[in-house]
């Protein structure tokens, strides 16, 4: 049996305190919201982040296993129902689903704590490399500092359920064994190149660009300082093969067998054939098209041309309502990479010098610079420079220590050091009390609808709603976190901020309008990728089927009875109490001119949770209050009489009672008191008539469209009766 050396020892060593560190302060939030019952559902917390629940979606269809669908095109299409976007096919999903079945947890378990244990991974490239670096220390320090650092930690903290619990993790392997490779020069490495870059590639397909980086390095620091060393060829080469556009069921028996060719000597002579035949299929795989694809924009800017067929309606979009998405301050910068300014412009300063004295710690490059996108790409880039800065610090703090003149003092400055750089990240997740995407009796109400609607059936709610509302009720959706595009949204911005009749006709007009395009998009699949066949809005298609030539003429015939496509499932409407907060946001969708973009008058919707009663008046804002008296209302100077004062509240037996008392028929106003809520609303005659208000707010639904199907006080759930 051969012993373990010191080294190995201490490394293993170091990995376990530095995993147990990252552990340890993922569970602080967990220890902050322990018993919290609004955030448990199932005896487990909920995830806390929107898109968790569409990973979630295709893991529990997974594991509930294949139903007989006859017309399934491949293995996965059995698990789903078709066009309900669950992502049986994703890695997230189907490494969700391999967990769940071969632990002993639950599956909300399983999610929740998968990006604690999987997150904290990154701690081995990270010591793995330094370990390279003959610098153990500064592996810890790095290790300790990344695993926990601002950015890094928002993202994949206990119930941050998404893809980057091993975004980060997976890159560090690949820079691990790349660094390892071109040190050590041992053919082993040549295949742990190529499998990494296969798992990275399966978990995360945009991961090419990452990947395509790490090539171009490795070529120019082949030509620049090592051209005639045979095993670079056989790096790229095995590279490329593991790169290229096909399946990996493909590529990995391809790798393995190149690998299994570069063992053998005799071979080598042919290296550039090989290297020649690997470019050769890259590119003929497309495995350069999604690169191209990603410059051809900056190459070919404004000669992309637009459909030149159909109305070319003017829709409202989410990133108008996202404000300077893509600015971000240097300080934020700074701080969602190292944690504080200080540390991260050391850090900088420390990876540069890093470089000089190790050149190989150049390869990390490509991860500094995507992390540095941030600036411009968005926020959600920073995590990617977080353990390369950190090793940057690391390395400062382990260079100045080694210059104490006693060995006391060096340990003492190791641990003074690092303790500090690691304050600001504690200090910040103490403080990160996230909340959960919904609160348990959300969660019941859509449980509740998981036994009344089918798997066919749709629920109409707003965009961010549709993961949870697929996860927790197994139905379909019309908009979610990546479907919400202008056009999506405009009909169910319409239905929430119209009248009832308008809102029930749209509704099935909808549903049925997307069940018929995602057929049509399937009989003419080759017609439509090769663009000789534009499919259209649902708006426009119905716009046109209607034979109206203006989309404004045909919503107009909404407010009578039109004759409705057939029924081919039914309709829920999830409205939850929240959904308040973002009606004027909402209404933004369908508040505008289709034909020429031009945006009506917003409604009047003012919403007041901290009002003051002060005797005669109750302040409701800071320039509105209601005058008791004669029940009108000061805006600003003016003052206006209501049209109705309303109120609601919850009896005993959770029943909505709601008092109307008739002002003033010509005024333009009226107040709602929802006394349970402690919430005041002061809308304008259209919003109180929409349907979000008349069914969530007021449960006065017209008995011949809706049906009540489930209500507690956050969240109501209407069938649709046509
Ligand atoms: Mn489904």
């Known amino acids: 049996m051969n012993t373990l050396t010191k080294e190995t020892k201490l490394t293993l060593l170091y990995i376990f305190i530095a995993y147990t560190f990252s552990v340890l302060m993922r569970m602080i939030w967990v220890y902050q919201f322990h018993g919290y019952a609004p955030f448990i559902y199932h005896g487990q917390f909920m995830i806390n982040t929107n898109d968790g629940y569409y990973w979630a979606e295709g893991a529990r269809d997974l594991l509930s296993g294949t139903h007989t669908n006859g017309l399934a095109e491949n293995f996965y299409d059995k698990f789903h129902q078709f066009n309900d976007m669950s992502p049986v096919n994703s890695a997230a999903s189907q490494l969700t689903a391999l967990f769940a079945k071969i632990l002993p947890f639950s599956f909300e378990s399983v999610i929740f704590y998968m990006p604690v244990f999987l997150s904290s991974l990154v701690v081995v490239p990270i010591i793995l490399i330094a ?4 610098n153990l220390n500064m592996g ?9 650092a601002w950015s890094y930690y928002n993202r994949t903290m206990a119930g941050y359920y998404d893809t980057d619990m091993l975004n980060i993790v997976l890159p560090m392997f690949l820079l691990w064994s790349i660094i390892w490779a071109i040190s050590t020069k041992k053919d082993i490495f040549l295949l742990i190149v190529a499998l990494d870059i296969l798992v990275y590639r399966w978990w995360y397909p945009q991961s090419y660009s990452l990947e395509f980086s790490f090539f171009g390095l490795i070529l120019a620091y082949t030509l620049i300082f090592d051209r005639k060393n045979i095993y670079y060829y056989k790096l790229m080469a ?11 069921f493909v ?18 002579k042919y290296i550039y054939y090989i290297l020649g035949v690997a470019v050769i299929g890259f590119f003929v795989s497309g495995g350069f098209s999604p690169i191209w694809a990603k410059l051809q924009p900056y190459i070919f800017e404004g000669a992309v041309s637009v459909g030149k067929k159909g109305f070319k309606l003017h829709f409202f979009t989410v990133m108008q309502t996202v404000r300077e998405a893509g600015h971000i301050s240097f300080e934020t910068f700074a701080n969602r990479i190292s944690g504080h300014v200080v540390t991260f412009v050391v850090s900088v300063v420390g990876y540069i010098y890093l470089v000089y004295k190790h050149k190989i710690m150049i390869f990390a490059l490509p991860m500094v610079g995507l992390g540095f996108l941030a600036s411009v790409g968005g926020l959600r880039f920073t995590i990617y420079a977080v353990p390369i800065l950190a090793f940057g610090i690391a390395f400062l703090i382990t260079e100045i220590s080694s210059k104490m003149p006693t060995n006391k003092l060096k340990y003492l400055s190791l641990i003074m050091f690092t303790l500090a750089i690691l304050y600001p990240n504690y200090k910040h997740i103490d403080g990160y009390k996230v909340p959960t995407v919904f609160n348990n009796d959300e969660v019941k109400v859509l449980d509740a609808l998981k036994h009344k609607a089918t798997r066919e059936d749709y629920v109409i709610s707003w965009w961010d709603y549709g993961y949870p ?3 927790y009720a197994d139905v379909k959706t019309l908009a979610d976190g990546g479907k919400h595009s202008g056009s999506v949204n405009f009909p169910i911005s319409f239905m929430l901020t119209h009248t009832q009749e308008e809102a029930a006709q749209m509704a099935r007009l909808d549903v049925e309008y997307t069940e018929k395009t995602f057929k049509f998009e399937k009989e003419h699949k080759q017609e439509v990728e090769d663009k000789n066949l534009t499919i259209f809005s649902n708006i426009e298609q119905m716009t046109t089927d209607y034979g109206f030539k203006d989309t404004n003429d045909f919503l107009q015939t909404l407010k009578t009875d039109i004759k409705l496509p057939k029924k081919t499932r039914d309709i829920y409407f999830y409205l939850p109490f929240k959904m308040l907060n973002i009606l004027p946001t909402i209404n933004l969708f369908s508040n505008i001119n289709l034909m020429n973009g031009a945006k009506s008058r917003n409604p009047f919707i003012f919403i007041s949770r901290r009002f003051k009663d002060l005797g005669k008046v109750i302040q409701l804002g800071s320039n509105v209050s209601l005058n008791k008296q004669d029940m009108s209302v000061n ?13 609601t509240r919850y ?9 109307t008392q008739m002002i003033d028929f010509t005024a333009k106003l009226s107040l709602i008191y929802m006394s349970s809520y402690n919430t005041f609303l002061l809308v304008d005659e259209k919003t109180y008539n929409s349907m979000y208000i008349q069914l969530m707010v007021l449960e006065n639904y017209d008995h011949n469209l809706f049906e009540k199907v489930i209500t507690n006080p956050y969240a109501k759930v209407y069938k649709l009766k046509i």
């Open 238 to 248: 095995i590279m490329m093969f593991a790169m290229m556009n096909l399946s990996g």
């Open 140 to 148: 810890l320090i790095a290790a300790l500092l990344a695993s926990i």
């Open 251 to 268: 590529r990995l028996p391809i790798v393995l067998a190149v690998f299994y060719a570069f063992k053998q000597e005799k071979l080598d």
């Open 469 to 471: 509302i697929r996860y």
């Open 635 to 647: 805006i600003g100077k003016n003052r206006v009489r209501l049209r109705r004062f309303v109120r």
């Open 651 to 659: 009896d005993k037996q959770m029943k909505n009672i709601v008092n």
């Open 131 to 134: 370990k390279d670096l003959k």
